[in-house]
C-alpha cells in the first residue's frame, strides 16, 4: 500500500472505527489477575485515551477477573456517542490465575452477562468467541456449540456483533457458515506471521483482523532492525511496529495495551509515521530471519 493511502477507519459491522484502538488487558494486576496497584492511574489512562479520539476499547469480564471491565465503566460510563467496547467470552480464570475453557452454553450466556453487568451495559457492540482447545495458540476443534450459543443471545438482543478469536482458518470458515462474523482476533506481530494469508483473505470480505500481542505481548519485541529503522525514523521501535502493521492491510485494527499515559501518547503517534518503501522491505525481511 503507498504510503499516503493508509486509511484511518475501518468497519466492525454496522460499526466503524479509527484503526488504531487500546486494549485494556494491562490495567488488572499481574499476570493479568486482581486489581492494578494503582487504580486511579488505571482510570486517567482510559480517560486519555478517549479524550485523544480513541473508539475502540477492547476487554473482557475475564481480565482480573472482573477488574478491567469494572475500571472502565469507573472510567467512561456514561459512554459518548461512537465508542465501541469489543469483549471475549470462552474463557475463565482459575483461583491462581490460571486460563481454563469456559465453552458450554451456560458458560457462553454467563459470560455476556457478567460483561453486561460490569461494563454497565444493555448491549455489548462486539463478542469475540476465544476458543480455548489450545491457551497458547490456535488448535483444531469445531467451535459449533459455543458459537451457536453466542448466536443465540445475539438473537435476544444482548450482543450486536460477533467475532472469533484464537481460531485456525478451518475455525474461521465454519463460524462465517454458522452467523456473520465481524472480525477475527489472532496473535500477529512483526515477528509472528503465520496469519498473513488469513489477513489477506479476511481483507477481501471487508473482515477486520484485530492482531493481539501487536508488541509482542509479555515479551515484547526486540530487534536490532527494528530498532535501526526507528532510529533512522526518529520513533520508538514500538511505533515502528504499529505503524508496520497499520500499513499492512487496511483490514488491521490494532489494540496495543498500557497502563501509562507515557506509553498510550507514543503508541497513538505511530498513527502518523510514515514508513518508505525501504523501510517496508527491510521490515517485511524480519519474519524471515525469525
Known sequence: MPEHTVVDRHPLGTLTVRRLGYGAMQLAGPGVFGPPADRRAAVAVLREAVERGVDHLDTSDVYGPHVTNQIIREALHPYRDGLVIATKVGAVRGPGGSWE???????IERSV???????????????????????EGPAEGSIEAPLTALAELQRRGLVRHIGVSNVTPAQIA???????????QNH?????????????????LGIAYVPFFPLGGF????????????????????QVALAWLLRRSPNVLLIPGTSSIAHLRENLASASLVLGADDVETLDGLSARA
Do not use: F, K, W
Open 219 to 238: 515479551t515484547p519485541l526486540q530487534s536490532r532492525t527494528l530498532d535501526a529503522v526507528a532510529a533512522r525514523l526518529g520513533a520508538t521501535p514500538m
Open 188 to 204: 500477529y506481530n512483526l515477528r509472528h506471521r503465520e496469519d498473513d494469508p488469513v489477513i489477506d483473505e479476511l481483507a477481501a
Open 101 to 107: 475453557a469456559a465453552a458450554s452454553a451456560a458458560d
Open 113 to 135: 452477562y457478567d460483561n453486561l453487568r460490569n461494563l454497565g451495559l444493555d448491549v455489548l457492540d462486539v463478542v469475540n468467541l476465544r476458543v480455548m482447545y489450545r491457551a
Open 174 to 184: 465454519e463460524a462465517r457458515r454458522l452467523t456473520e462474523i465481524v472480525c477475527v
